[in-house]
């Protein structure tokens, strides 16, 4: 190879070098609002974690940094909120309530995604999607008073149907055996939606030559849902499932303390590991303990979303999110 060969080769290089370099930073810069945005609200905050393991308390200046570092560190102390003898019943509880709506919300969400997708009127079909999505919008401070107009005790829909036929008045609000049910249908109505447009996605995405070829061969409707639809459903439901599993431990503050109008006589079921942390800040105005019990729950969540990831990953590897 000659001389002016290699000095050819050399430059394209270097200009190939560049335009990499080139294309690289204006990616870059396209990541960058994202990634700051991630690096703020995300990753800064975690060395607030200590405040789980010091008795926080403001100096002067009353400023968040100086406060943590001067504050008395105090070990796990701030983790014995977990002998009182309420910690069974909301640890039960939040697990409990999670544990039965990750399973109904995955098969009622996508059996509805699967309904949807066999809608042949398209007009019908984003009717029936925007009604099932609007909920996932209201606050549980909404949600709450249209729960209160159907259990009011003295003008609710439920008490006056009961007076009107001359029954008993069930007073909802002190009455803990509805209360699970009440939670699950509120809970499925305000996020069945959500979960439902995700799965219809899916279902949109799987090309149609796979139904065209099952019809071919004589598959009926149920067969082709069975046989096609479930399978290419399958990474997005064991995804959504790991991710729902990460967050077993976490409870919806606002369903668990709106709907039941905070009614100390539901406690027993509507105590929730969020609920009992925030009441009990409220009487000791103890931050450590609250940040003890956030630290707890996205502990155990990291356990279980590893946890569940290492399971799919034998499973089915190519399912698995890491």
Not at 43 to 54: C, D, E, H, R, V
Not at 86 to 101: A, E, K, P, S
Not at 241 to 266: E, H, R, W
Request: charged share 15%; hydrophobic share 50%; glycine share 4%.
């Amino acid at each position: 190879m000659t001389t002016v060969q290699q000095r050819a080769i050399h430059s394209r290089r270097r200009r190939q070098s560049r335009a990499a370099i080139k294309r690289s930073f204006w990616l870059t810069t396209m990541v960058l609002p994202g990634a700051v945005w991630l690096l703020l609200i995300r990753y800064l905050p975690m060395f607030g974690i200590t405040i789980a393991f010091k008795n926080y308390r403001a100096f002067r200046p009353n400023t968040f940094w100086n406060n943590i570092v001067r504050s008395e560190f105090v070990g796990l102390k701030n983790f014995e909120f977990l002998k009182s003898p309420d910690t069974l019943v909301m640890v039960r509880n939040t697990l409990g309530y999670n544990l039965l709506w990750i399973l109904l919300g995955l098969v009622i969400s996508v059996a509805f995604a699967i309904m949807m997708s066999e809608l042949t009127s398209k007009f019908m079909a984003k009717t029936y999607q925007t009604m099932m999505f609007f909920p996932y919008f209201l606050s549980w401070v909404v949600a709450s008073y249209f729960v209160l107009a159907f259990l009011d005790p003295t003008s609710g829909m439920i008490p006056s149907m009961q007076k009107a036929a001359g029954q008993t008045v069930t007073s909802f609000y002190h009455e803990t055996r509805w209360w699970p049910l009440i939670l699950t249908l509120c809970n499925l109505w305000k996020n069945l939606g959500y979960s439902s447009v995700l799965y219809l996605a899916a279902i949109t995405g799987i090309d149609t030559t796979q139904y065209e070829a099952a019809a071919v061969d004589g598959a009926s409707k149920w067969q082709q849902i069975r046989h096609v639809t479930l399978p290419n459903l399958r990474p997005m439901i064991v995804i959504l499932l790991i991710m729902n599993i990460g967050k077993i431990f976490n409870a919806d503050f606002g369903l668990f303390y709106n709907v039941p109008q905070n009614s100390g006589s539901l406690y027993p079921v509507t105590q929730v590991v969020d609920t009992y942390v925030y009441r009990a800040y409220a009487n000791t105005h103890n931050l450590g303990m609250s940040a003890a019990a956030g630290f707890l729950q996205s502990a155990v969540g990291l356990i279980c979303i590893v946890a569940a990831n290492a399971v799919v990953r034998k499973i089915d590897p190519d399912s698995s999110l890491f």
